[in-house]
């Protein structure tokens, strides 16, 4: 398996901008994550959904954020409008299990919100 | 809700030398600990990982302990190399419905040749 796959890697935007990012979990898991990782935050868990349900989006910013898991093979983040503060890394992991198992995670998009 | 604290922020090793990074968390019905290592533009990947019922496990140069009555546990690299320079981070979740995996602040390891 190729691993958890993010897309795009990098994406600059300008204020007010809508953006989504994408996610394809790997194959076979159940439980999929969205974390931001920034200097002052560190890795905070926005959302988490298990068999494609949204079990936890307490650590979601704002209305402005979006989540959604169509599939068991993708998932979106959604940003509507985009503010420079959102600017961060954001990654996706995957695990099999809904606790207490390795979260595997993907490489990040880099979100420049200018 | 759970809080991880990791200590130190930045460490520096001479190549050879052990290094120790120390985790703190404050939900006493947590019972899983991993540790991931985060590379320059990748994301983070366990490294090792510990569940409440075990005090100590380890794999290879690294080792990881669990002191559930004062709620620390820790990361300890031997033999440390220039491959090991990367930061590290210490995570602690319950594995029930409520699964949410909460990260410490992270330790930037550097370890000099």
């Known amino acids: 398996d190729a691993g958890v796959i993010q897309s795009p890697r990098h994406e600059v935007t300008e204020m007010g901008q809508e953006v989504t990012l994408r996610c394809k979990p790997i194959s076979g898991h159940n439980s999929l994550f969205w974390y931001r990782q920034t200097m002052m935050r560190g890795l905070e868990l926005l959302i988490y959904?298990?068999?494609?349900?949204?079990?936890?989006d307490s650590g979601m910013p704002e209305d402005r954020f979006s989540a959604k898991m169509p599939n068991a093979s993708f998932s979106t983040l959604k940003i509507q409008p985009s503010e420079p503060r959102d600017s961060a890394v954001y990654f996706c992991a995957s695990s099999f299990g809904t606790g207490g198992d390795e979260a595997f995670f993907g490489q990040g998009t880099r979100l420049t919100v200018v | 809700g759970e809080n991880v604290e990791q200590h130190p922020s930045t460490l520096s090793v001479q190549e050879g030398d052990s290094a120790v990074i120390k985790c703190t968390y404050s939900?006493?019905?947590?019972?899983?600990f991993p540790w991931y290592k985060q590379e320059l533009g990748k994301g983070p990947q366990l490294i090792i990982d510990?569940?409440?019922?075990?005090g100590e496990k380890k794999d290879q140069r690294i080792a990881v302990t669990l002191n559930k009555t004062a709620k620390h546990f820790s990361l300890h690299i031997t033999e440390t190399q220039p491959e090991d320079s990367a930061v590290y981070f210490c995570?602690?979740?319950?594995?029930?419905?409520?699964?949410?995996?909460?990260f410490g602040s992270g330790t930037r390891l550097l370890v000099r040749p």
């Open positions: 510990i569940r409440s019922n075990v």
């Open positions: 959904f298990n068999n494609n349900v949204p079990i936890d």
């Open positions: 995570a602690a979740s319950r594995a029930d419905s409520s699964y949410k995996l909460i």
């Open positions: 939900d006493s019905a947590s019972n899983y």
